[in-house]
């Protein structure tokens, strides 16, 4: 549970473009959503290679190698994120162990991986009576989970540890630096060439 969480969420993120208040395509599969006062964040990366951004994201910008972002972070908005992504991640591995050789015909080595290393998690929600429901009890149910991870994943800890987190995305390897503070984000550009400057989007 403590090591495989990040990779499985990551591949099972979905974000809904069309009830977006903002949307900007930055390249290479990332984009900027932007929703509601505290729901501004980077998608189309992963988790595991810190190169997916929850909210709430500051200020951005990109060019044709990079993404750089400030960062507020909001736990409520990290826990709602999260327990949303547990909620899918246990309708998918349900399917899954429901018809494998579906799947196994159907989906992408990477993703199958991912989904059966979700396996503890599984466990863990239906333990607590998850349903397939998808309804309120369920939500809440998940947001609990999402809660204790944000305070025993060493990952999440780092990212609640400073007020502005600061985040450099290579595109191309899809490598995420960050959380970071100011002093190690300027260093960092300065180390990559990126000359990019923060724009606030909203």
Known sequence: MKQLFPLVLAL??????????????LGSGFNYIGEGAESHYISGGDIA?????????????????FIIAEQEPSREEYKSEIGSDLGTSYYRYHDFIADSAEWKRNWPVKEIHATRQFASLYTTLKSIGLSLENNTADKEKCEIVADSLLKMQPYYQSIFRHKRNYWIIDKKSNIGYGPVDSLHFTQQCKRLGITLELEAHY
């Open 49 to 65: 290679h810190n190169t997916l951004i929850y909210g709430n994201v500051l200020s951005y910008n990109s060019d044709g190698n």
């Open 12 to 25: 099972l993120f979905v974000s809904s473009c069309n009830m977006s208040d903002d949307y900007y395509e």
